[in-house]
């Protein structure tokens, strides 16, 4: 016989709060902070106060007597967490140690620990890093037949890279490999089965990678609805910022952490979804609403960076995408200057405009670290590089290391050095131990030959010189002199021809096979071959990058600080802002970029990395594109600004006229 349970209510003591909500937050913030229980999604637009929307969200709770233990703040860096996590401790007083908050692979780590073996694992599993990775994955493609040694098979970071990509996206192996990788089509079958031997691999050693954080999570809770139930229990609130960031595993551990009490809030902006290369989902917050009835949606529209200039012109950008939640950044800033349009003569013009500029915005008192130059992809950066090398304007790049100090960049450059001086030991050993099955002691042997030749261009292929290379490697050792031949034999020694010689040798197979992103560094090594058609003369171009190398490659006093102009790639910029920002290389094909052609959805989030560019910018933003492009022939082609530009109205911006003085 069911008998009627008494109930009994429990008096939660919650901590001290004295917290003026209103004073603190402006109207649509404090809306989405007191926001009632269930589904929420907040549309905080760019510089409206994300951060302060979740860290008095979670206060709130708090102050409504919820335990620390019964939240969960899911971010995507610990930093962020952290932060946040401080700003809540400023704001009560309270032991916040049971509230649980971190990366989802922070997450997933900690429940993982203690139900691993409900999966088949250890809980005192290893987690392997990249490095282990990537070890453990070219032994298992040796297991299964494929040797990654050999040029026509992916080392294991373009495994990893691909692998990674189809379980975060939930597509098979071959499909990945289309979209990472698509030079290896022909021989997914393979990758497939040294992906399924480092999975197996991974079991038997009782090892973790980092995509298992999330995917062995995202399993733990679908298989095991009692494991499930108990953390819905115990976290009746779930925080997760950057929603439009996650991916179709983050999306669907959010659901099955929540889905019973539904008590989700969900922070981002769509109009800042610009991951999906690495497999973020942009119908995550798109469909949040649909996928939670009843769903409450906030928008924060209020901007204290920048100037109404400069959201003005952001609106305008924005406006233009399709799907979207409609939301107006609104100025809290006093007007300033109007965004400034510079067309250049060329990509040398363009460098010395930003680096002029940065010059005089020095002089007039803003702090070279309140100074950015942006751009769609990291070889843009390559001439920006050298002129400010040149006038001595110290930088820092973090989309990357420095151009010139880039491992392929260096490879190519050593090509041509061994062409010049055919003496350079540094330059031969590090192009021979590029070749597959060659190590640093076949190199040594090699060059020790080499280097009493009279002349070791023409003796290359030479038996004596031979002999040391592994006969696995002869194929390889043979395409290597057939180059070498072809360079020597050139006449002029034009810098750009030699360069395309290397393009078009087996050194292509080799970046294929070693590198995840190929076509970057293919990018990277023809703006390279562009800048080298200024030059007619071999030893005067090496000259010139040797002389730009030393500039750069200056070392800082130790416990010497020093304020820098920051270049990044505007992916790397999101979530970052300066005073003033140059955005270059603005031209059809280069930002929006080619690849984004026939695909609205790419061309979608092409705008939306456009507009996180613009409003990284507080005062004083530049736009510039190059009108004419020199060829890696030496012949100028026309370029067309970018759409994104040509869609505004001139209103938007003013045109800067340069002239010679």
């Given amino acids: 016989m069911n008998q009627e349970k008494k109930k009994y209510g429990l008096k939660r003591s919650a901590p001290r709060v004295e917290i003026d909500y209103e004073k603190e937050l402006n109207p649509q913030q404090l809306?989405?902070?007191?926001?009632?229980?269930?589904?929420?999604?907040?549309?905080?637009?760019?510089?409206?106060?994300?951060t302060r929307i979740v860290t008095y969200r979670v206060a709130h709770l708090l102050q409504r007597g919820v335990r620390p233990e019964e939240i969960l703040l899911l971010t995507f860096t610990k930093k962020a967490a952290e932060e946040m996590l401080r700003r809540v401790g400023d704001l009560v007083s309270a032991d916040l140690s049971g509230l649980w908050g971190g990366t989802f692979h922070h997450i997933g780590n900690r429940v993982l620990r203690r139900h691993a073996e409900l999966l088949g694992y250890r809980n005192n599993y290893t987690i392997l890093d990249r490095e282990d990775s990537r070890v453990l994955i070219?032994?298992?493609?040796?297991?299964?037949g494929s040797d990654p040694r050999d040029k026509h098979f992916p080392k294991g970071r373009v495994?990893?890279?691909?692998?990674?990509?189809?379980?975060?996206?939930?597509?098979?192996?071959s499909e990945a490999v289309e979209v990472k990788a698509p030079h290896f089509s022909g021989i997914a079958d393979r990758i497939e089965r040294a992906a399924q031997r480092y999975s197996r691999r991974k079991r038997e050693l009782n090892y973790l990678d980092f995509d298992d954080l999330l995917l062995l999570l995202e399993e733990l809770l679908s298989r095991h609805p009692e494991v499930s139930e108990l953390y819905r229990r115990r976290f009746k609130h779930i925080l997760v910022d950057e929603y439009q960031d996650t991916n179709i595993v983050q999306a669907r551990i959010v659901e099955l952490f929540g889905g019973g009490h539904r008590n989700i809030m969900v922070v981002g902006d769509d109009s800042q979804s610009?991951?999906?290369?690495?497999?973020?989902?942009?119908?995550?917050?798109?469909e949040f609403p649909r996928q939670y009835p009843g769903c409450r949606v906030f928008t924060v529209e209020t901007n204290y960076r920048s100037t109404p200039e400069i959201l003005s012109f952001a609106n305008r950008v924005i406006e233009r995408v399709e799907d979207s939640y409609s939301k107006t950044l609104r100025p809290v800033k006093k007007p300033g200057a109007l965004p400034a349009l510079v067309r250049t003569g060329n990509v040398y013009e363009q460098a010395d405009f930003v680096a002029q500029r940065i010059s005089e915005l020095i002089d007039e008192g803003v702090n070279p670290s309140e100074i950015a130059v942006l751009y769609r992809a990291h070889y843009h950066s390559m001439e920006v590089q050298m002129e400010l090398a040149r006038r001595e304007i110290p930088f820092t790049v973090r989309s990357g290391i420095r151009f010139?100090?880039?491992?392929?960049?260096?490879?190519?450059?050593?090509?041509?050095?061994?062409i010049?001086?055919?003496r350079d030991e540094i330059a031969w050993k590090r192009i021979i131990v590029r070749l597959p099955r060659v190590g640093p002691r076949t190199a040594e042997k090699i060059w020790a030959v080499l280097r009493d030749l009279p002349d070791p261009l023409a003796g290359l292929d030479s038996p004596p010189v031979s002999a040391p290379v592994p006969s696995r490697a002869r194929e390889a050792w043979s395409g290597f002199c057939r180059t070498i031949r072809r360079m020597s034999k050139l006449v002029p020694r034009r810098p750009a021809d030699l360069i395309g010689v290397v393009l078009e040798s087996d050194y292509d197979d080799?970046?294929?096979?070693?590198?995840?992103?190929?076509?970057?560094?293919?990018?990277?090594?023809?703006?390279?071959?562009?800048?080298?058609?200024?030059y007619e003369d071999l030893e005067q171009y090496l000259d010139e990058l040797a002389m730009i190398g030393g500039l750069v490659a200056?070392?800082?006093?130790?416990?010497e600080r020093r304020e820098m102009v920051v270049l990044s790639t505007v992916h790397q910029a999101k979530g970052l802002e300066w005073d003033a920002v140059f955005m270059i290389w603005l031209a059809e094909g280069k930002f929006p970029a080619a690849a984004s052609y026939g695909d609205d959805a790419a061309l979608e989030e092409e705008r939306r990395l456009f507009y996180v560019a613009a409003t990284r910018c507080r005062s004083e933003l530049y736009l510039l594109y190059p009108f004419l492009l020199r060829q890696r022939s030496g012949e100028e082609s026309l370029q067309n600004p970018s759409r994104f530009l040509s869609e505004l109205p001139p209103s938007s911006y003013e045109e800067w006229e340069i002239y010679d003085i």
């Fill in 274 to 286: 610009i991951y999906s290369f690495r497999g973020a989902l942009f119908r995550n917050i798109r």
């Fill in 404 to 418: 010139f100090e880039q491992a392929h960049i260096k490879d190519v450059i050593s090509y041509l050095k061994v």
């Fill in 159 to 173: 495994l990893l890279e691909i692998v990674g990509y189809g379980r975060n996206t939930g597509i098979d192996v």
């Fill in 510 to 534: 080799y970046l294929q096979s070693e590198f995840a992103n190929y076509e970057r560094r293919l990018d990277d090594l023809l703006q390279l071959a562009r800048y080298a058609a200024r």
């Fill in 138 to 144: 070219e032994a298992a493609a040796r297991e299964t």
């Fill in 31 to 50: 809306s989405a902070v007191l926001a009632p229980d269930g589904p929420a999604l907040v549309i905080a637009g760019a510089g409206s106060g994300k």
């Fill in 554 to 559: 200056e070392d800082i006093e130790p416990g």
């Fill in 420 to 422: 010049d001086n055919p």
